[in-house]
């Protein structure tokens, strides 16, 4: 199971980008309102979630997605329910990935230590104890983090490539004709 959070203020394209790739290569995702099922992205984008916080079940968990945009970055940070499930991957291997300003959650809580991460221009300072990079999208252990919005197509294409492999993100990326 994939769970990608939703939090009141949430970047909507880098949540919503994802969530389609995801599901078109087959994967089972679940989006997890915070607060409630109903919750309205930065740019006013309202959206009824599949599960409320506490229907989640961490032990079916294969990986967790963060979407950036503000207030949503900060909300879900405020989350105990995120916080653990964040944590919960890291104890396990399990993959934890992240966009925007959200990479900034890992940092705060010492996840990127020996990791190299990207993210929104800015909140580099949050990325406490990893290897700063400048691409897109990275890849480090089981941590994938992507720098904004408009790699939300690549950081979703990559997720495709984390679950399933490079062969089928390659379909995905045909399919929606990705240059």
Known sequence: MVY???AQGFEEVEAITPLDLLRRA???VKTVGIGGRRVTGSHGVEVTADLEEGQIDLQSVEMVILPGGMPGTKNLEDSPI???SIGYCAQNGKKIAAICAAPSI???MDLLSGHAAVCFPGYEKDLTGAEVKSDPVCVSGNVITARGAGVALPFGLKLVEELFGAQKS?????KVQCV
């Open 82 to 84: 995120v916080r653990a």
């Open 170 to 174: 390659e379909e995905i990326r045909e």
């Open 26 to 28: 087959g994967a089972e």
């Open 4 to 6: 990608l959070f939703l």
């Open 106 to 108: 890992l940092g705060h």
